[in-house]
Nanobody, 115 residues
Framework: QVQLVESGGGLVQAGGSLRLSCVTS????????MRWYRQAPGKQRELVAT???????NYADSVKGRFTISPVTGKNTVYLQMNNLKAEDTAVYYC?????????WGQGTQVTVSS
């Protein structure tokens, strides 16, 4: 069974940093692209950042210059370094990837930024 497991969330003050991790298990496929999404209370889930194995990245305008997504590693892992966090970054952060034709999601990790 394919699993994406996020970790690294927590409570941080505005201006602080967190590093999220997404680890994949249960697959022999090589994942080409991995994404981070987030969903704040009462809001739609939004795409935060995308990365592939070659280091090509894309970011939502709201996080450009503050968040950095790693290349997808050979172990199908991806990281999201979040700096200068703001209260509006508070959300559940989810890892996503298409694996073997299936759209796979992790369970999410809560990030709370206090102002």
């Amino acid at each position: 069974q394919v699993q994406l497991v996020e970790s690294g969330g927590g409570l941080v003050q505005a201006g602080g940093s967190l590093r999220l991790s997404c680890v994949t298990s249960g697959t022999t496929f090589t994942i080409g692209v991995m994404r981070w999404y987030r969903q704040a209370p009462g809001k739609q889930r939004e795409l935060v950042a995308t990365s592939n194995r070659y280091g090509t990245t894309n970011y939502a305008d709201s996080v450009k210059g503050r968040f950095t997504i790693s290349p997808v590693t050979g172990k199908n892992t991806v990281y999201l370094q979040m700096n200068n966090l703001k209260a509006e970054d508070t959300a559940v952060y989810y890892c996503n990837a298409f694996i073997g034709g299936s759209d796979c999601w992790g369970q999410g990790t809560q990030v709370t930024v206090s102002s």
